[in-house]
């Protein structure tokens, strides 16, 4: 393959007219991609559909595969595989398509079925260069905090979320580790952590049960596994506290990054894409608040956690657009510089949030002790600091 394949949105023309669709691909499995569809504005349902790939030698033009096909679970739950008849399997194995990789990573092909049937389909390629919100440069953290009370005015926001370096994208680890087909993720993934889960817990979880089922994923979220969910909180002073901690904690490793980002999301659109049950791997994109329980996860409970759930791999793009299409504002953010880290989590500790009340157990202790050590070393190693800030730091150790 010429380029990195994950996910790209865009339509399939047939004779019936177009429908809008998300092609998905994992990285560890290059020659499978679920392909999803749907008639926009209609109430048809959507339909799936895996395919294997038979590439060609240089990788960017393959021969797509029907294997399998897929449906919404009459119940609310997890696509299911369609049964087909012998009829509707003859037809099925008919499917002819072809994809081709453009230069710019952009997908286009084209395909035929039964009857005669033909058309042609293009997606665009986003994950890796799509639109950012404009965010609010704060130059100091007296600045974020006048923005951080001003949005709640402004936008009504309702929920943050703190990255340790501007440049990072608003993207799940599931989709950081370059995989997008969430009907593998759940049928497979999933599975195997809930059953270690019930041994290391010593409880049956039931994932048929909504309350079980996200409890489930907010354990994995919480304990490493990459899940398909992002953190979000409901204090805009624990994001800053995450996204300043990340950033000190990691200076060695990104000793170019100068500001941490703070997203604030508003409560339209919380309460607009809130939904009494949420599929994880539904069909058409989407980006939805999930209620967790914090049962068995005390972490969840101190942080004020809160989830966003999506299958989209690109989110800050998809927010950017979605922004544009309604002439409405979702999502802003703030940047502060790094400098600020020091001054900004003594003020943090002074309104009771440290590592030690975000993390209850005693690697919070120590990640509480490491950040004070730091207080106590030379700011100038710090990114970004200003000519005669000194002053601000502690007098450092001999």
């Not at 990285?27 to 209609?42: F, I, Q």
């Not at 710019?104 to 058309?119: A, D, I, V, Y």
């Not at 994109?285 to 914090?294: D, E, G, Q, R």
């Amino acid at each position: 393959m010429t380029t990195t394949l994950q996910q790209q949105l865009g339509e399939i023309q047939t004779p019936d007219g177009a429908l809008s669709s998300m092609i998905c691909f994992d990285d560890d499995l290059p020659n499978e991609a679920m392909v999803h569809a749907w008639k926009s504005g209609t109430a048809e349902p959507p339909f799936a559909v895996l395919f294997g790939l038979e590439w060609n030698k240089e990788r960017n033009h393959a021969r797509m595969v029907p294997r399998v096909r897929f449906k919404p679970s009459d119940n609310g739950g997890e696509i299911q595989s369609v049964q087909l008849t012998a009829e509707e399997a003859a037809q099925f194995q008919q499917f002819q398509a072809e994809l081709i990789v453009q230069k710019n990573g952009s997908l286009r092909g084209s395909w035929q079925g039964s009857g005669g049937k033909k058309g042609v389909f293009k997606y665009s390629a986003t994950s890796s260069n799509g639109e950012r919100v404009t965010a609010t440069v704060c130059n100091d953290w007296d600045a974020f905090k006048k923005w951080a009370a001003s949005t709640n005015q402004s936008m009504g926001a309702c929920l943050f979320r703190g990255h340790g370096d501007k440049e990072f994208r608003l993207m799940t680890t599931l989709h950081r580790l370059g995989r997008s087909r969430l009907e593998r993720y759940c049928g497979r993934t999933l599975q195997t952590f809930r059953q270690n889960a019930e041994a290391v817990l010593g409880m049956r979880i039931n994932s048929a049960d909504s309350e079980d089922y996200s409890m489930l994923l907010g354990l994995a979220q919480h304990h490493g596994l990459p899940t398909p969910l992002l953190d979000w909180t409901d204090s805009p002073y624990i994001a800053a506290f995450f996204a300043f901690s990340d950033a000190l904690d990691s200076q060695s490793s990104r000793p170019h990054a100068t500001h941490v980002r703070i997203y604030a999301l508003s409560q339209d659109f919380v309460d607009q894409s809130s939904t009494p049950i949420v599929v994880v791997p539904f069909m058409r994109p989407y980006v939805s608040p999930l209620a967790i329980s914090a049962r068995h996860n005390p972490r969840l409970y101190a942080q004020q956690g809160k989830f966003l759930v999506t299958n989209v791999a690109d989110l800050e793009n998809y927010f950017c657009f979605m922004q544009k299409k309604y002439k409405r504002t979702d999502l802003i953010a703030a940047d502060v510089p790094i400098a600020c880290a020091v001054e900004a989590l003594k003020d943090l500790k002074f309104m009771g949030l440290t590592a030690a009340t975000m993390f209850p157990r005693l690697d919070g202790v120590c990640r509480m002790m490491r950040h004070e050590m730091t207080f106590q070393r030379n700011i100038e190693t710090l990114p970004g600091l200003p000519a005669g800030s000194e002053s601000i730091s502690p007098t450092p150790h001999a």
